[in-house]
């Protein structure tokens, strides 16, 4: 018996959205959602094997449900295009799984405190070529939280390329376009995240066309988060928590005190006053900066992160010492849940009224 629900519905649509999305599976597309799309002939792999899109009978579907998503008006091969739709497509889910709402068109949609994301394809296709402001930026939309925009960016090598001073320029002129925002932040959403690091840690001089991985001179801060949809998303949904840092604080108080402390440092050490800095958003500006000052010092440096996040950030701040934070605590401070993705397993009724289930396939396979 066929009966899709709401979440069935939702990661359907995301593949519709992206138009192609990576093969691995990693919810909200699990393999037996992945599974039975194939089977009931929703979905289907590219030629090249590198990314799965919808088929004709996916969109109506999808049209059926109230969503009516754009098309491509010829078939896409691998190349440049499926690289940056694979990637956007990569951020998108970990964005979703963080309970950001993926699906907004256009920067008057953005409303409320809540997480949401514009990708720069939607702003893409509702705008001629002549009128298109991104240009040949390289970041993959404007997610906006409060008043605080963050700019991602997905990386691969660490080498990619871009131009500053013009991102910048873009992102902020779209930015004022988007609703009150107080502050832009830069994610680095990484496939080799140490990788990332070990750039970042390098001197580098500013130039016109510079990697994105040498960021840190931009004038503002720079997160750095690892590409795995469920590592990055536990890691961006405390970023995006309102006073996390705060919350943390106070979970480590029997051993920290604020009292005292120096600007670069969150906290010292209540028994040997080593300085203690909370690294779980992954700003890699604020480490170095702090990690320059313990050096200086000749101190000792407390850097307290995920233990996922341990491997990647160690050749960023070389020397530096590492405290584990649990997920599950913090979780219970800040009235987090433990599970990050939490589907929606209700049934999806159509605007029209009706189930999508076996009626619904039954009367489609006679068109």
Known sequence: MIQFTNADIQALRLIGWCKDVPPR?????????????????????????????????????????????????????AG??????????????????????????NTDQFSGSNPQFLPSFALR?????????????????????????YIPYFLQTGKEQFIPETELAVAKAVSSLCGEVESLRLLLICERPEEIARLAAKPFKWQKIMPVANALGVPYPVYLLPRAAEEGARQLRLILAENYLGAILRLSEAAVTT?????????????????????????????????????????????????????????????????????????????????????????????????????????????
Do not use: W
């Open 259 to 367: 009292e005292n402390c120096p600007p670069e440092f969150d906290a010292i050490l209540r028994d040997n006053g080593s300085p203690f800095l909370v690294g779980v958003d992954g700003d890699i500006k604020r480490m170095l900066r702090a990690h320059e000052v313990a050096r200086r010092e000749e101190t000792l440096l407390h850097i307290l992160c995920f233990g996922f996040q341990i491997p990647f950030l160690e050749p960023l701040v070389r020397g530096a010492r590492f405290l584990e934070l649990r997920e599950t605590e913090i979780n219970r401070v800040m009235g987090l849940s433990d599970a990050l993705y939490q589907p929606d397993n209700t049934a999806f009724i159509t605007p029209g009224g009706f189930l999508i289930g076996d009626d619904y396939f039954a009367k489609e396979d006679r068109i």
């Open 125 to 149: 296709q509702r705008q001629s070529v002549t009128e298109n402001m991104l240009g040949a930026t390289r970041f993959l939309g404007f997610l906006k939280c409060g008043s605080n925009m």
């Open 25 to 77: 599976p990693e919810a909200p597309l699990t393999q037996e959602r992945l599974g039975m799309f194939e089977l009931l002939g929703l979905s289907r792999k590219s030629k090249s094997g590198r990314s799965i899109r919808l088929t004709q009978k996916g969109y109506r579907l999808l049209a059926d449900c109230g969503y009516e998503l754009p098309q491509d008006k010829y078939p896409v091969g």
């Open 80 to 105: 440049r295009v499926l690289e940056r739709r694979l990637q956007t497509a990569g951020g998108m889910r970990l964005f979703y799984l963080a309970g950001v709402d993926v699906f907004l068109q």
